[in-house]
């Protein structure tokens, strides 16, 4: 190293110098890792010898402390981490192990708010005061996109500062779109100084992003075991929404109105697929990646054991794949679309655009105006439905039906704990009779057959008494 001067060997692997490519006479001190082919450099700090000399050695102590006893010897910033976290998910990615999309919300979730609030901590000084105090922390500095999280006043700079990041935001998209910036897009802050609170589902992901970097980060010895996040803070869990049997009856009738309105023939053809896309998310409970993925060599007829057409389905997502069975129904929605498809073969993806090139977005703007159309854009919670809602009706309905919630959460390629957290709320409602029995003004309903059995062993036993009263001793 050309900058290194006054080079002083203290003893094998532990070296004194002082910086030439800098205005002061500072001491340094670099120490070589034993068994492992690194050195650590510490400023020392001081431009006296003798007390160099000193905290070198106590540096050189400082060292193999830290290797006896398990603790890590480099400083990371979460920063350094996170992008190191960062490059292994784009690597799964590469893999298929993971979805494309998964590395991109990663980074955006470390790039923006992990980095604004630990990004130049080290990651070793990160504790439960840090991890517990996130969701306050991002409530008091982010702004969510619906109201129904409630409120806040926010400052004038405090806007500012939303309408810059938003600025931001748009000329990171634009360049990742390869769309030339030639002047700095501008975003003028709100006059209204109010801004909805960042909801409890946002900063549950965002989290769960911070325990995967810390936990990486443990991985790969930057920090102790002990600095594993498992305890989340309490945070609200939003009900996922569905449509209700009587929505989803109407969507299936706005529908067929909804195609037969329009005469250009691109809209008739999008209109159509996206109608029958629709009815298949609802009867197969498919993730949207799934249906993205799914392809025309995925699709097989079959039959039950009563012998009962169905058809079977090989999906794909979430780095993971299942098959599901879905009822013959499905197989004509399919057959529907195969129909005016300009992609049909084997490979060929189930859900393109009228070119036969895959669908990137599942129709998401056809099916906003669809919902708008039958007047069911939002749900109960106030908020905008998704193409995901389509799944979770499946998954309501066929509960409500009584269907085991073992077999429905291997159909949907999830867990039991995920089926009776989500959905809990369908059991109470399907059990609604036991719920209330008992209470005021309520009366256990019986089958009919039951209450003829009732009736007639109660005519049986009135005629019995009878017969008793005449008869003669």
């Known amino acids: 190293m050309a900058f290194v001067t006054d080079k002083a060997e203290l003893k094998p692997g532990l070296v004194l110098f002082r910086r030439g490519d800098v205005d002061h006479r500072m001491w340094y001190c670099r120490m070589k890792i034993p068994k492992a082919d690194r050195y650590k450099t510490v400023s020392l700090k001081t431009t006296d010898i003798e007390v160099a000399r000193e905290r070198a050695f106590d540096q050189d102590a400082d060292i193999r402390f830290r290797l006896k006893h398990d603790v890590p010897v480099f400083n990371h910033p979460f920063r350094e981490v996170g992008r190191e976290y960062l490059l292994a998910q784009e690597a799964r990615a590469r893999r298929g192990e993971i979805s494309a999309a998964r590395p991109k919300k990663v980074r955006a979730i470390i790039e923006g708010a992990l980095d604004r609030y630990v990004g130049s901590t080290q990651v070793h000084l990160i504790g439960d005061e840090l991890w517990g105090g996130y969701p306050a922390w991002r409530r008091e500095n982010g702004a969510g996109r619906n109201r129904r999280n409630g409120v806040r006043e926010v400052s004038a700079d405090m806007a500012q500062a939303f309408a ?100 250009k023939p691109s809209s008739i053809w999008y209109r159509t697929v996206t109608y029958n896309m629709i009815l298949i998310a609802c009867n197969t409970g498919m993730r949207p990646a799934e249906m993205k993925n799914l392809r025309w060599r995925d699709i097989m007829p079959a039959k039950d054991r009563e012998g009962r057409e169905i058809v079977v389905l090989f999906v794909q997502g979430k780095g993971k794949s299942r098959k599901l069975v879905a009822p013959k129904s499905v197989g004509d929605y399919l057959e529907r679309i195969r129909v005016i498809s300009k992609a049909t073969q084997p490979n060929d993806r189930v859900f393109t655009n009228t070119t036969g090139k895959p669908e990137k977005t599942l129709y998401s703007k056809l099916i906003a105006d669809l919902l708008n159309e039958a007047k069911l854009r939002e749900g109960t919670q106030g908020v905008p439905r998704s193409t995901y809602c389509f799944r979770h009706t499946y998954a309501t309905l066929r509960l409500q039906e009584g269907v085991d919630v073992y077999f429905l959460a291997e159909q949907m390629g999830t867990s039991v704990h995920m089926i009776e957290t989500h959905y809990g709320h369908v059991n109470t409602i399907k059990h609604a009779d036991r719920v209330l ?11 009919d057959d039951a209450k003829a059995k009732a009736s007639k062993a109660a005519e049986t036993h009135d005629k019995g008494k009878r017969g008793q009263r005449h008869r003669p001793r």
Not at 220 to 244: H, I, W
Not at 437 to 447: S, T
């Open 164 to 263: 810059d990041t938003e600025a931001e935001r748009r000329t990171k998209v634009q360049q990742t779109l390869g769309i030339r910036v030639l002047k700095p897009i501008e975003v003028k802050p709100s006059e209204e100084r109010t801004v909805p609170f960042i909801s409890d589902s946002t900063i549950r992901l965002e989290m769960s992003i911070f325990g995967a970097v810390m936990n990486y980060a443990i991985k790969k010895r930057y920090v102790a075991a002990s600095q594993r996040f498992d305890e989340r803070p309490k945070l609200k869990t939003m009900r996922r929404d569905e449509f209700t049997l009587e929505e989803y009856r109407k969507l299936h009738t706005v529908g067929r109105k909804w195609i037969a309105e329009t005469d």
């Open 437 to 447: 029995q008992g209470m005021a003004g309520w009366e256990l309903p019986q089958p």
